[in-house]
């Protein structure tokens, strides 16, 4: 592969025909490598896909990146690497197409219906030391009250199945076909108003942490 | 019965700032955000807001840990490379 400055890829990326080509082909190439490294980082996700399975996701994931790419040009502002700021979009596409398949058989609403925050066990709660676990009961209790009373029906539902249930934010964007920016939005005004709650009944955040922290 | 660990929720919660950046802002700002902590630059204030939404937001920050991997593995390849060319000369 030709090694070409940020300038050099931009003028022959946005060049036609013969001069466009091998700048083409080298990013594509780029964007293979890194298409293959973010499946092979998460390949234990996988569930066992073969080494031809990753290859064959990968040449798609390069070949929608490449698109985007493309798309973007005129978005790049120059403040990385052009290589740096082509990978994102490999690696973005790539990790996106590798949790939509680990999580396409997983119902949301029975996976967020099962969460179940009434019969809790608190992880690495202080049991010998009664004070510190009626705080920590506090605290929970306060956080599932204002998630079950406070919350919209579908703030509730994303801060179920993102914080208790571990399903990633774009999956969740997929199957409610909203954008991943509106489900961030949900989870953060949950967030707000569950901060506000903790807030407001005399939990102060400093001392939380450092109770925390004496663990 | 569940297992809840109580500590990462409540620092998510507590965590939470007014005005935070979406998913799409820390993609626009994330190539020159991971350069800028490969070199061990002080980062800005929009940085630091990139930095904040990575702590709440698992989907971006697994995004952002690859490509930082990725390109500092392809910078360490090119410098062993290019040392190893020069140690031949």
């Known amino acids: 592969m030709k090694k070409r400055t940020t300038e050099e890829w931009l003028q022959q990326l ?5 001069e466009q080509e091998p700048a083409l082909a080298d990013l594509r190439a780029h964007l293979l490598h890194a298409a293959l490294y973010a499946l092979n980082r998460y390949r234990s996700e996988t569930r066992g896909r073969s ?6 996701l990968a040449e798609d994931c390069a070949q929608n990146a490449l698109v985007a790419v493309l798309a973007h040009l005129n ?35 029975r996976l967020v219906a099962e969460a179940d925050l009434e019969n809790v066990l608190l992880d690495a709660a202080p049991q010998h030391d009664p004070d510190r676990l009626a705080t920590y009961r506090e605290l929970w209790l306060t956080i599932r009250s204002v998630i079950e009373h406070d919350l919209t029906e579908r703030q509730r539902f994303v801060m179920i199945a993102i914080v208790f249930q571990s399903v990633p934010l774009d999956v969740i964007s997929e199957r409610l076909g909203v954008d991943r920016n509106a489900i961030y939005k949900l989870l953060h005004d949950a967030r707000r108003k569950l901060k506000q709650s903790l807030v407001q009944r005399g939990f102060a955040p400093s ?3 450092a109770d925390f922290s004496r663990d | 019965m569940r297992r809840v660990k109580l500590e990462p929720i409540v620092q998510r919660i507590l965590d939470t700032s007014e005005d ?17 902590e490969m070199q061990g630059t002080k980062v800005s204030d929009e940085m630091a807001r990139v930095r ?17 991997d990725l390109v500092r593995s392809e910078r360490e390849t090119k410098t062993k490379a290019v040392n190893r060319a020069n140690r031949r000369h």
Not at chain 2, 56 to 63: L, N, S
């Open chain 1, 14 to 18: 946005q060049a036609k025909g013969a």
């Open chain 1, 51 to 56: 080494f031809d399975d990753i290859s064959a």
């Open chain 1, 75 to 109: 978005d790049f502002r120059h403040d990385s690497e052009f290589t740096t700021w082509a990978y994102k979009f490999a690696v973005n596409t790539a990790l996106v197409v590798q949790r939509r398949q680990q999580w396409k058989d997983v119902s949301l609403d």
């Open chain 1, 207 to 209: 001392e939380i942490m």
């Open chain 2, 20 to 36: 935070e950046i979406t998913c799409s802002e820390c993609f626009d700002a994330i190539s020159p955000y991971v350069e800028l």
């Open chain 2, 52 to 68: 904040h939404h990575l702590g709440q937001c698992r989907v971006c920050r697994e995004e952002y840990e690859t490509l930082r």
